[in-house]
């Protein structure tokens, strides 16, 4: 089976890894200590390590599929991916398996990773017969997800890598699968395909119908920030700002790269920052662009809720 070509859209760059310590610690103390134990989805979740990959990867996919979640605590959109996959994991019951890998507290599959050609996460992969291949890049809502992982399975019994699914009622209980709203399935696809503007188009006329929805705004604003990011050159962007703290469009291009590498408590101190030194167009320039980066990440991240009362306290 050939591999899928996924769009990057919605991935953390991981060349500038942030450590999550304490976390990472705790979770790599509780897989040590229990190898193979289940993680918060029960015995078809499981928490791999550098050392297990092998024995809860590779040896186990010759029985059953494994998808494998690479994430870390740092990445925001990975907290909307990883509920979703241990809950269809779960519905699952054992007819595939999660195991999620912590890229920071596991540095040679997060090195593997990079080696494949993998430059952010979320990533997940599917492991068949020992065999891994590519399967989804970037965050997603629960219908979508859900339509990727069927269609997979049917791609894997079409190569003869499964059984054939039953028909009819063989399988009793069995969930219901959701109906795909065809706008949001316009905006996946023009994703995967990499065509970005009319992935916007249809984020917009998600948002133009509800504006609260959330998949759309941030699928926005991530395509947006891509598209100002564009050739950007890194290191100039930080350098400039940091040679002149008062340029607001310095501080702006600054503050994306930073979201971009995943310092994204840099970027909004850094615009914060902005916002106190500056009065008038300048100060509202500086505002609005902390607000657009705001939507990069879910509404109930907590670096949000800081980075909001900082503002309010600059701006009054």
């Known amino acids: 089976m050939s591999s899928r070509d996924f769009s990057l859209y919605g991935a953390v760059d991981l060349g500038a890894r ?18 193979g134990a ?44 990883g509920p979703i996959l241990e809950k269809l994991a779960t519905e699952a019951a054992g007819k595939w398996v999660l195991a999620k ?8 599959l997060g090195a593997y990773m990079q080696q494949m050609g993998i430059r952010g996460i979320p990533f997940v992969a599917v492991v068949v017969a020992g065999q891994l291949m590519p399967f989804l890049n970037g965050a997603a809502p629960e219908p979508q997800v859900r339509q990727a992982i069927d269609q997979l399975f049917e791609a894997l019994r079409q190569e003869g890598l499964l059984p054939d699914a039953p028909q009819g009622d063989e399988v009793p209980g069995a969930p219901a699968q959701p109906e795909v709203d065809p706008v949001y399935a316009d905006a996946e696809e023009a994703l995967n395909s990499g065509d970005l503007d009319r992935a916007a188009i249809a984020f917009q006329r998600i948002l133009d119908t509800d504006p609260r929805d959330e ?4 699928g926005l604003a991530r395509i947006e920030l891509g598209r100002r990011i564009g050739d950007l050159d890194a290191q ?21 790269v930073e979201v971009v590498t995943g310092r994204v408590e840099a970027a909004f101190d850094r615009l914060i920052g902005a916002v106190k030194r500056t009065a008038g167009d300048d100060r509202d320039v500086a505002r609005k662009h902390l607000l657009k980066l705001f ?3 879910p509404s109930d991240d907590p670096r949000i809720g800081k980075a909001r009362r900082a503002l309010q306290s600059a701006l009054f």
């Open 18 to 35: 942030q450590t999550a310590a304490k976390k990472q610690q705790e979770r790599r103390a509780a897989t040590e200590a229990a190898p």
């Open 38 to 81: 289940g993680a918060a989805g029960g015995p078809y979740v499981v928490d791999v390590t550098d050392q297990t990959f092998n024995t809860e990867v590779v040896e186990r996919s010759q029985t059953v599929p494994v998808l494998v979640d690479f994430w870390a605590e740092w990445c925001g959109p990975c907290k909307q991916l």
């Open 101 to 108: 890998v912590d890229i920071d507290a596991n540095p040679q």
């Open 215 to 218: 998949y759309a705004k941030t």
């Open 236 to 256: 100039k962007a930080i350098a400039e700002a940091d040679a002149d703290p008062a340029d607001v469009l310095a501080q702006t291009r600054a503050a994306d």
């Open 295 to 297: 939507e990069i990440l």
